[in-house]
Each structure stands twice: as C-alpha cells, then as structure tokens.
Nanobody, 126 residues
C-alpha cells in the first residue's frame, strides 16, 4: 500500500519550534518533488514549501520564508519541515504530498499531487 505518514505536530507556544516528518511506505520518494501544504479552519489548502527529488532546490511560501527549512533524507525515505519562530497564524493541519510527475518544484496546485498524507495538527497558542 502506497502511503505518506506525517508526524511531529502538536501544541507549541508562539516563538517555539517543531519538526514535521513525512515518511513514505510502499514507494520511494527519491524521484519525486515533495511539498508541504497546510489548511487552517475555513481556509483553502495552501502550499508551504517544496523540495526537489535530489534536495538540491527548495521553495518557500512568503508566509514561512526565513522561518522554515525543508529537507529530505532519501536513505530514510523521509522529508522534513523544520518550523521556527512559530506564530498563531501557523496553526493548521499540515500535509505532505508527492508529485509523481515532477522531480522539480513547479506548482502547488493540489490536483497535481498524487499522494497525500493524513495530516498532522500544528497548534500555536499560549
């Protein structure tokens, strides 16, 4: 069974940090671009960050630029999203997704992503 599983979410105070993980099973991630998305209540799902198949290039939404770092360990079939200086507006369910057509980061259009994880909740609150 092909699946992505996110972990690492939780409740954190403003200014805190979290590292989210996205682990794949049933297929290898090393040929695909992987993106992180988030969806807050009542809002559309938005792209947060993307990493190319080799990890050689990354992209970040303006809302997290300078506070987030995406990385991957293809030996562990896992992609990570380190989030620092968290703000209440970062509160959302975070999803990872694989674009099996592209090795490069070309789009955050959700319909272009074939595999999705179940999401992990991040809540930033004092």
């Amino acid at each position: 069974q092909l699946q992505l599983v996110e972990s690492g979410g939780g409740l954190v105070q403003p200014g805190g940090s979290l590292r989210l993980s996205c682990a794949a099973s049933g297929f290898t991630l090393d040929v695909y671009a992987i993106s992180w998305f988030r969806q807050a209540p009542g809002k559309e799902r938005e792209g947060v960050s993307c990493i190319t198949s080799t990890g050689g290039s990354t992209d970040y939404a303006d809302s997290v630029k300078g506070r987030a770092t995406i990385s991957r360990d293809n030996t562990k079939n896992t992609v990570y999203l380190q989030m620092n200086s968290l703000k209440p507006e970062d509160t959302a369910v975070y999803y990872c997704a694989a674009n099996t057509i592209q090795a490069m980061c070309v789009t955050y259009a959700t319909h272009e992503y074939d595999y999705w994880g179940q999401g992990t909740q991040v809540t930033v609150s004092s």
